[in-house]
C-alpha cells in the first residue's frame, strides 16, 4: 500500500534538478542537497534543501515546510515571525542527522501573493489585524495548500516525518496528504514591538501553538 502511494503521488512531479549547494550559515559552511520540484501548475515550485549525517539511516527526518516570504525571509521584516522561524528551522535542520527544508514560494502571504500582502499590511498600519486585513482585501484568511510539499516527501522516501511548526493546521493538512506526521516540534522565536499583535492574532484567531 505505501509503496503504491508513493509511486502514484511521484507521478504528480516534475523533478527538475539537483545539485550539491555550499552556504553559508551562521559561521559555517554547509554542503547540502539542493533540489528543485514542479507541480502541474508551473508557478507552483518548490525548493528543498536536505542534511544527511553518517548516522542518518534509522532516524526519523526533522522536516519543515516554509512558506515563502520576500519581506520577512528576504529582507527580514520586523512585522512577521518567518525569518525567525526560518533562521531556528535551519538550525534544527543542519544539526540532526535527517533534516529537510522545503521551501514554497509561491505561498507569499499565506498564499494570497505579494501584492495582496502589502495591501493587507497598509491596512493593518490603519489598525486592523492580520485576519480582517485580509478579508477587506477580498483575499481569504488562508489560501495555502500543502500537496506539492506532500508529493515532494513521497517522492524523497520520507511519508513519516517530525515536523517544524507551531501552525496544528499545517500538520492537519499534510496527515490529509497521506504524510505520517509522527511529532510537532515547535518553532520558538522572540516577539518585537513590530510583530506581537501579529503574533497574538495568530495564536487567538488562528489557533497556532505560540
Not at 34 to 42: E, K, L
Request: hydrophobic share 40%.
Amino acid at each position: 500500500m505505501k509503496s503504491n502511494a508513493v509511486k502514484s503521488y511521484a507521478l504528480e512531479l516534475d523533478w527538475s534538478a539537483q545539485t550539491i549547494l555550499p552556504i553559508e550559515f551562521r559561521g559555517r559552511e554547509l554542503h547540502l542537497e539542493a533540489r528543485a520540484y514542479q507541480g502541474h501548475d508551473p508557478h507552483n515550485q518548490a525548493f528543498v534543501l536536505i542534511h544527511r549525517a553518517n548516522q542518518a539511516n534509522s532516524e526519523l527526518p526533522v522536516v519543515r515546510v516554509h512558506s515563502g516570504c520576500i519581506t520577512g525571509d528576504i529582507f527580514h521584516s520586523l512585522k512577521c515571525d518567518c525569518y525567525p522561524q526560518l533562521q531556528s528551522a535551519l538550525e534544527t535542520i543542519t544539526t540532526s542527522p535527517l533534516g529537510v527544508l522545503i521551501y514554497l514560494p509561491y505561498h507569499e502571504g499565506r498564499g494570497i501573493g505579494i501584492v495582496n500582502k502589502i495591501r493587507a499590511y497598509a491596512l493593518q498600519d490603519q489598525g486592523y489585524d492580520t485576519v480582517d486585513a485580509n478579508v477587506a482585501v477580498g483575499a481569504p484568511i488562508e489560501a495555502r495548500t500543502y500537496d506539492l510539499a506532500a508529493h515532494i516527501l513521497f517522492d524523497l522516501g520520507l511519508p513519516e516525518i517530525r515536523l517544524l511548526t507551531n501552525n496544528p493546521a499545517k500538520v492537519d493538512a499534510l496527515r490529509a496528504e497521506g504524510i505520517n506526521v509522527i511529532e510537532r516540534l515547535p518553532v520558538v522565536c522572540t516577539p518585537n514591538a513590530h510583530n506581537v499583535r501579529y503574533l497574538e492574532t495568530k495564536k487567538a484567531r488562528m489557533a497556532h501553538a505560540l
